[in-house]
Structure formats: C-alpha cells, structure tokens
C-alpha cells in the first residue's frame, strides 16, 4: 500500500517562512516526479511546483522566486520551502507522486495572517 504524507503545515505571518516536507512509501515503484499542489476554500487544486526524476523543476508563476522545491537524498521525499509568504499563499497543500499513477496525500493546511 502506498503512503503519502505531508507535514509542516501551520500559521504564520505575512512575509514568513514554512517548510513543507511529503515522504512517500510503499510499493510505488519508480517515480517520475513529485510535486506539490494546493486548494484554497472554493477554488481549485492548483499546481504550486513539481520536480522530476532529472531535478528539473517547475513553478507556477504566483511563487516564483519565493518557493523552492527539492527532493531528499532518498528520492522518496520532497519539501517546499516557502518564504515571503502572503496571505493569499493559504491552502491546504497537498504532495503528489506519479509513478503508474498518481499518489496524493491528505493535505496540510497552511494559513497566512494579515
């Protein structure tokens, strides 16, 4: 069975700093990336970054050049750094792996004050 687990989440500031981190186990095999997505109330789950098997990353264009993803040494985790963070940052984030398929989480609830 496989497992995908977030941590991390919290309340923090206007301009402040998280960090995300998301370990998968279980039998996914071989995964080509990893990413991280988030759904704020009444919206939909959009993609916040992935990162592939080469360490190429992508982004969406509201985080750039304030979050960073980056996979650990085992290859079966990844975190998101997040600094500067705004009040329109606050989701529930949520890691995804794609191996065969897609593998999610349940989601961390992150919340920016004002």
């Known amino acids: 069975q496989v497992r995908v687990v977030e941590s991390g989440g919290g309340l923090v500031q206007a301009g402040g700093s998280l960090r995300l981190s998301c370990a998968v186990s279980?039998?996914?095999?071989?995964?080509?990336?990893m990413g991280w997505y988030r759904q704020a109330p009444g919206k939909q789950r959009d993609l916040v970054a992935v990162?592939?098997?080469?360490?190429?990353?992508n982004y969406a264009d509201s985080v750039k050049g304030r979050f960073t993803i980056s996979r650990g040494n085992a290859k079966n985790t990844v975190y998101l750094q997040m600094n500067g963070l705004k009040p329109e940052d606050t989701a529930v984030y949520y890691c995804?792996?794609?191996?065969?398929?897609?593998?999610w989480g349940k989601g961390t609830l992150v919340t920016v004050s004002s």
């Open positions: 990162i592939s098997r080469d360490d190429s990353t």
């Open positions: 995804s792996a794609r191996s065969l398929r897609d593998y």
């Open positions: 279980g039998s996914i095999g071989s995964i080509n990336t």
